[in-house]
């Protein structure tokens, strides 16, 4: 009986590495095809060609020699602030991501969502939040001014470092809660209390078992969040104002300003190339620390704070992140609906009062203009946009994190170029695409399908890191244990795979949900009038003078913060079979 | 050493542990043995100060350790699946506890590898945890948590994902080294071979309540429920009406009348569970018990033999599937139960 | 699967940009202000039997790159929006055709920058500083009359301009200080202005809605680099309405800048008959009739009549300072750059 098995087992091995290699090598190459096909398409060939009308050797000369301190002072600067911003970020986040991944408070679910809406906040929309709150005529300053006596506001935020570190922060801050806190939730909480029994205190057992263990899921998000503000744009030009320019300022500049191509191309060159190396170093860092430990459920790492410094913990820290998002958050829509008498002239007595004008007036087109954007319509724009982004991000992240899961040679050199899209110029690519797509076979330029295309570039990366370690972290002997029980691979899948990154696969969706509904640059890039999305409604408004347009800006606001909220959570609702399992 | 006194913890609401009252003396081995669920992981990790408790007190030599946090209470503890430290290699782990304790680096070394000798994985100290077998992840666990000399040590479940010969031959070293370091232990195991096996005495914990308290022959001998020997596997259980009642109890069964001494007080008329034991019995033509063969397994020199009452005995030669047959069981084999 | 998904969406995305269409197309390519009213629209596309499209490409310099960058494939029939401040830039890379429109036979030459007719002028707005009524008469503080004015103790601390780097009211009124005090000394204009403690922001937005002390924002500066027209705007946006606006306009000599937007046929066009007549109608009093309040631009046409707002609350600048095209496209760069150091640094 068992002399059989053995031999069966022998002539199926045999012949499967005798017909084997060029299948495997397909089975290798198969997960990239998407991605690579997408990412050549519009990614690559789009930026290859604008670049090359830069940076060709003709054009190359014409880049005057004081542009290197252009270059220098840049670049120094961008590093700077992102280094900064990074490092505050994981001040606020990693506490943050620790509070949601271990500790059951109430009102948790809200204050995860306020964390996360953020992130899909067009720059224009937070600086004018920030602006209410710490501006000079913000609530802090006016409220300081009238409780001292004051003749000029105290506190001097908009148009400072600071203004531009706490934006970063206030955006990226949910990076770090879902990828660590994803990756906290899940892990065995049995290595901690190993730990601590071997006589390690709380805070050693932190230092020197969870910490290292969730290194992967810091450094990703870390990475992520660093080239967030090392592309930084819209921040540093509304908060930071004109004395502070990163690279990505610098090629907007030079591009669209003064139109000197060559530098701004060399720019987005020297951009890109960070960017690449900082993903390299990165995966080097990573393949060296990737552990597979056995998936916990999130439950059972959650508790209750019970001593009186866990209360503390979970007081100090969930009132820290109220007060970081909603107080910019709220001037939001509490503006949409009170009437700031603009007539009355009092400059230190804000005379509010409420209104419900701005609402009805978004529902009339007053001037009969071509343009005019029914809310209603940008809103069901907005949300198709995004779900397209969803399911193209995700159809062509899984495949290609799950080959990142088990890294060949292959996986490890393509791995860094994904991250490129996070890292390339907006600006620079922008043009790229009229370059590229304005003939036939690929007129795509004036295809509103280019919108939720665009969006995707910039959510995959996100997807990608958010599934991979998810991914990684399910043991084959999992997978080796659902096969050898009869499953076939695609139940395989469904029973191992899914309950696992089901959670990953949530927070990947809201990523590149909150990409879409808040991009504003690549919407604008080829508007078509007749495809109008909320920020291009919150940008109409805010172009022009007059109360009511201000008014209605922060409605449509409002609304893209609620629709966002109410996308969050019905994605986290959502729940496909098996996937509450885990 | 170690007091327990009137523990009691709930579960969503419901009482997993009632009034656990027990002692663990110096040099002893405790086996606690109950049904998966039956809260005695949960009892471990009270213990180690891992989980609090509703009521009761955690002592050690009179001391009440409710205020000491886990890491303070020189506790080794064998995890369910080993919970090894995937980050670390094979030596760091078994030195973890050692650093811990802010020993010098010398002295972590030689305690380290003198750990690591004594479960035999000498050579194995730069190796990847996850590279490891079943059993010496088993090895490396042990070896991690008798590396700091704990006053106590643990085991939850600790062979229960190994196969049967390598967990015989775990738990011949395991009670070699537990002897070696005379070191007070808590054995948690649902299974009553292993309890069997390593423990110097074996608690039963069933519905939250310590119902058996014993040395392993005693408790073999006097299961004292009817629960007890039915998860104890010692044999049939069968349920009665008492008969009859002088000097010895005349019980009546669906599998036939026995008559048996017991240290009960049973009336007559009362339902008394009975246990037969499955060995000493022979094939008697006057038996008096009779039934139908199903099943005859053959089990180390002698054969499992089921009737169609689903009664089994050990007999030394094997009867036909479908033959009638009478047993007969001496009086010794039979016990009441309570 | 998810190949067949890509596919399916590559080939949709191919056929929805060459879907054939029923009447024809007319492409028009602007910057992200630009406005009409529906009306108007479809009057123009029921005369002549065609279909016009927008194309939105950002502000006038990203919209006017992206159709100097598509110049040998052109994305569309027309491109309105360059203005006198981008113009030569336009001209230079030749993205026009020439039209000599009979409807430019009304409008008065010092709109007609460019005497081979490539590029047409549709509308004008004057780059203003704007003021705070209320601010100014609660405190009694004299309106600025002139740019030097900006310089006096009195009015330390509240102007806010934008950025002329990133912002084209900036730019204009940039080269209204370079007008005024030539280039030799507006650096120095500058320097006392930087002294007088003049905010830089990077935008219009930031600079109106943030820091304008009038605007719904409130913010700190009574006075902003704005428009003419921005008071007439205030009025008809008013969240309540008003008899009068919170806002006026500086409009003294040599204090303003005029920005001239011009429209011209893109080379390349197969609907050479179509643009032109597109070309007429942007210079027709239909349109420029509609066009003050929806852009809150000046119309060329002198026979347009203007909104009852524009004439009540958006008084023209009498003596706006220009310069000529050439002079801007040799030295804007140059100039901006020096700005940059002695504002900014």
């Known amino acids: 009986m068992r002399q059989r098995d053995n031999e069966s087992a022998s ?125 000079p005529r913000g609530w802090v300053n006016l409220g300081l001014m009238q409780l001292f006596g004051l003749e000029s ?19 990226n801050t949910t990076i770090l809660i879902r990828v660590v806190g994803n990756a906290l939730a899940h892990l065995d909480p049995r290595l901690e209390q190993a730990a601590r029994i071997l006589g390690a205190d709380a805070r050693r057992a932190f230092w020197q078992v969870t910490l290292p263990l969730l290194r992967p899921s810091i450094l990703a998000a870390s990475l992520l969040v660093f080239l967030f503000d090392f592309t930084s744009f819209g921040v540093i030009l509304l908060l930071g104002g004109p004395r502070f320019a990163t690279l990505e300022v610098e090629i907007y500049k030079q591009a669209i300003q003064i139109f000197n191509l060559p530098l701004a191309a060399l720019l987005t060159f020297i951009q890109l190339l960070f960017t690449l190396a900082f993903s390299i170093v990165y995966g080097r860092i990573v393949t060296g620390v990737a552990v597979t430990t056995t998936p916990h459920t999130a439950q059972s790492n959650l ?54 004008n701005y609402y009805t007036e978004l529902f009339v087109n007053r001037l009969d203009s071509l343009f005019y954007v029914p809310p209603f319509k940008a809103l069901t724009n907005s949300l198709l946009y995004a779900t397209m982004t969803v399911v193209l991000s995700l159809a062509l992240g899984f495949p290609v994190a799950s080959a990142l899961a088990r890294p060949g040679r292959l996986e490890r050199f393509l791995d860094p170029f994904l991250m490129l899209p996070l890292g390339a110029s907006a600006v620079t690519l922008g043009l790229g695409f009229i370059v590229a797509f304005n003939q036939p076979p690929l007129a795509l330029i004036r295809s509103p399908l280019l919108v939720p295309i665009a969006h995707t570039l910039i959510a995959l990366p996100f997807v990608i890191r958010s599934l991979q370690p998810a991914l990684a972290s399910i043991p084959d002997r999992l997978r080796q244990a659902a096969t050898s029980l009869g499953a076939s691979p695609l139940r395989t899948w469904f029973t191992v795979d899914w309950p696992i990154v089901s959670r990953a696969t949530l927070a990947a969706a809201i990523f590149a949900f909150t990409v879409s509904l808040g991009e504003f640059g690549a919407t604008a890039l080829v508007s078509r009038p007749e495809y109008p999305t909320l920020p291009i409604a919150i940008y109409r408004f805010l172009s022009q003078p007059g109360g009511l347009n201000y008014g209605q800006a922060m409605d449509m606001a409002t609304i893209l913060m609620v629709v966002c909220g109410a996308g969050i959570l019905l994605i986290e609702r959502f729940r496909l079979p098996g996937a509450g399992e885990f | ?271 008394v569970n009975l246990l037969l034991r499955p060995s000493g019995v022979r094939l008697a033509a006057d038996g008096n018990l009779r039934g139908v063969v199903t099943d005859v397994v053959f089990q180390q020199a002698r054969f499992k033999v089921t009737l169609e009452n689903g009664l089994y005995f050990y007999l030394p030669e094997a009867p036909k599937i479908g033959e009638a047959i009478a047993i007969s069981i001496p009086p010794s084999e039979v016990h009441c139960l309570a | 699967m998810k190949r067949f998904f890509f596919l399916t969406m590559l080939v949709a995305l191919t056929l929805a940009a060459c879907a054939p269409k029923g009447p024809a197309t007319l492409t028009v390519m602007t910057h992200d202000s630009f406005a009409v009213s529906a009306e108007v629209v479809k009057d123009f596309e029921q005369a002549n039997n065609v279909k016009v499209t927008f194309i939105k490409s950002g502000d006038t310099g990203a919209a006017l790159n992206k159709a100097i960058l598509t110049k040998d494939a052109p994305l569309a029939d027309l491109f309105y929006g360059v203005d006198n401040t981008f113009l030569s830039r336009a001209l230079q890379a030749g993205i026009y055709e020439p039209y000599a429109s009979p409807s430019l036979a009304n409008i008065p030459a010092e709109f007609k920058l460019d005497p081979q007719n490539r590029a047409l002028p549709v509308d004008y707005g004057d780059v203003c500083i704007n003021y705070d009524k209320a601010y100014f008469a609660a405190r009694n503080l004299p309106i600025p009359e002139s740019l030097e004015d900006l310089t006096k103790p009195e009015y330390k601390d509240l102007l806010v301009v934008e950025n002329p780097a990133t912002s084209s009211p900036g730019l204009a009124f940039l080269l209204a200080t370079v007008a005024h005090f030539g280039p030799e000394g507006y650096l120095k204009y500058w320097e006392t202005l930087r002294e007088n403690g003049v905010v830089v922001v990077d935008g219009w937005e930031t600079a109106y809605y943030t820091n304008f002390s009038a605007s719904s924002g409130r913010g700190p500066q009574p006075m902003v680099v704005s428009y003419a027209s921005s008071p007439a705007a205030e009025v008809v946006f008013a969240e309540t309405p008003l008899t009068e606006s919170p806002t006026a306009s500086i409009i003294a000599p040599g204090t303003c800048f005029r920005q001239i937007e011009f429209v011209g046929i893109l080379k390349g066009t197969q609907q050479r008959v179509l643009a032109e007549k597109f070309v007429d109608f942007m210079l027709g009093v239909t349109f420029q009739e509609d066009m003050p309040l929806q852009m809150f631009m000046s119309p060329v046409n002198p026979a347009a009549n203007l909104p009852e707002a524009f004439v009540q609350y958006a008084p023209a600048p009498e003596q706006p300072a220009t310069l000529s095209p050439d002079l801007i496209a040799a030295n804007r760069d140059r100039w901006i750059a020096d700005w940059t150091e002695a504002v900014l640094r």
Request: charged share 20%.
């Open chain 1, 11 to 135: 002539q199926r091995v045999g012949k499967s590495t005798q017909g084997g290699f060029a299948e495997s090598l397909i089975r290798r190459i198969a997960p990239w095809l998407g991605v690579s096909l997408f990412l050549g398409l519009f990614f690559f060939c789009p930026l290859a060609r604008i670049l090359w009308l830069g940076l060709n050797p003709a054009s190359l000369l014409t880049i005057a020699p004081d542009s290197l301190l252009i270059i220098r002072h840049s670049l120094l600067f961008t590093f700077y602030q992102a280094c900064l911003s990074t490092l505050l970020t994981l001040l606020v986040g990693l506490p943050a991501a620790y509070l949601f991944a271990r500790f059951d408070f109430r009102g948790k679910p809200l204050l995860r969502l306020l964390t996360a809406i953020p992130f899909m906040l067009p720059t224009v929309v937070a600086a004018a939040g920030f602006n209410a709150l710490l501006g």
């Open chain 1, 153 to 171: 506001a105290p506190i001097t935020f908009v148009h400072t470092l600071w203004a531009i570190l706490f934006a970063h922060v206030f955006y």
């Open chain 1, 303 to 356: 508790r209750r704070a019970r001593a009186w410094r866990e209360k503390l913990f979970v007081g100090g820290m969930a009132s820290l992140l109220l007060a970081l998002f909603l107080l910019p958050m709220a001037s939001l829509p509490l503006r949409s609906v009170a009437r700031l008498e603009a007539a009355r002239g009092e400059r230190t007595a804000v005379g509010y009062d409420l209104t419900s």
């Open chain 2, 1 to 271: 050493m170690l007091q327990l006194l009137d523990i009691a913890k709930d579960y969503e609401n419901r009482p997993l542990l009632r009034g656990i009252s027990f002692t663990v003396a110096a040099n002893e081995t405790v086996c606690l043995l109950g049904a998966s669920g039956s809260g005695k992981s949960t009892l471990l990790r009270i213990i180690a100060g891992l989980e609090t408790c509703e009521q009761g007190t955690v002592a050690w030599q009179g001391q009440d350790l409710s205020s000491a946090p886990a890491h303070l209470r020189n506790f080794g503890l064998v995890f369910q699946d080993y919970a090894l430290f995937p980050h670390l290699s094979v030596f760091k782990n078994v030195a973890f506890g050692l650093q811990m304790q802010n020993l010098s680096r010398p002295e972590i070394e030689r305690r380290t590898r003198e750990a690591m000798t004594q479960v035999n994985l000498s050579g194995f100290e730069q190796r990847h945890v996850t590279e490891l077998s079943g059993g010496e992840q088993q090895r490396v666990a042990l070896a991690r948590a008798l590396a700091p000399r704990p006053r106590l040590l643990m085991f939850d479940e600790p062979l229960g994902a190994l196969d049967r010969a390598l967990r015989d031959r775990l738990l011949d070293e395991l009670r070699g080294i537990l002897h070696a370091t005379r070191v007070p232990a808590i054995y948690v195991t649902h299974d009553q071979e292993e309890a069997f096996a390593i423990a110097d005495r074996v608690l039963l914990l069933h519905e939250g309540k310590i119902v058996r308290d014993g040395s392993p022959a005693e408790v073999w001998n006097e299961p004292g429920s009817a629960w007890a020997a039915r998860f104890l596997g010692l044999g049939n259980i069968v349920e009665g009406v008492v008969r009859l009642k002088v000097e010895t109890l005349k019980v009546e069964t669906r599998a036939g009348g026995f008559v048996l001494r017991c240290g009960h007080a049973h009336q007559t008329g009362e339902k």
